[in-house]
């Protein structure tokens, strides 16, 4: 059974970056998509990023603060989710999650079926 665990997450300062981490076990990540999901306090889940299972299309939201990036190393089964220029607004729980492979990867949340517990992100000065 494939399970996913992010890590990455901590309390950064307004400008700063952090770099998330999805790791896999039970399975390999090869043949999924993967997504960036986040949910604020009080504010549904949103996608922010995603990418196909070869790596060759990704996909993040122009937020207006944050700024992602996403990468994948199937070699070392995970995900990263790079994100820069953090501000208040990017206070959330973010999740990756896992989905069957498809054209363009999705940021809808019911295109994933495998899904992270997630990792913090506080941002504040």
């Known amino acids: 059974q494939l399970q996913l665990v992010e890590s990455g997450g901590g309390l950064v300062r307004p400008g700063g970056s952090l770099r998330l981490s999805c790791a896999a076990s039970?399975?390999?990540?090869?043949?999924?998509?993967i997504g960036w999901f986040r949910q604020a306090p009080g504010k549904e889940r949103e996608g922010v990023s995603c990418?196909?299972?070869?790596?060759?299309?990704?996909f993040s939201v122009d937020s207006g603060h944050g700024q992602f990036t996403i990468s994948r190393d199937n070699a070392e089964n995970t995900v990263y989710l790079h994100i820069d220029s953090l501000s208040p607004e990017d206070t959330a729980v973010y999740y990756c999650?896992?989905?069957?492979?498809?054209?363009?990867?999705?940021?809808?949340?019911?295109?994933?079926?495998?899904w992270g517990r997630g990792t913090q992100i506080a941002v504040s000065s």
């Open positions: 999650a896992g989905g069957a492979a498809r054209s363009l990867c999705s940021l809808e949340s019911s295109q994933y079926d495998y």
């Open positions: 039970g399975s390999t990540l090869d043949a999924l998509d």
């Open positions: 990418i196909d299972s070869r790596g060759s299309t990704m």
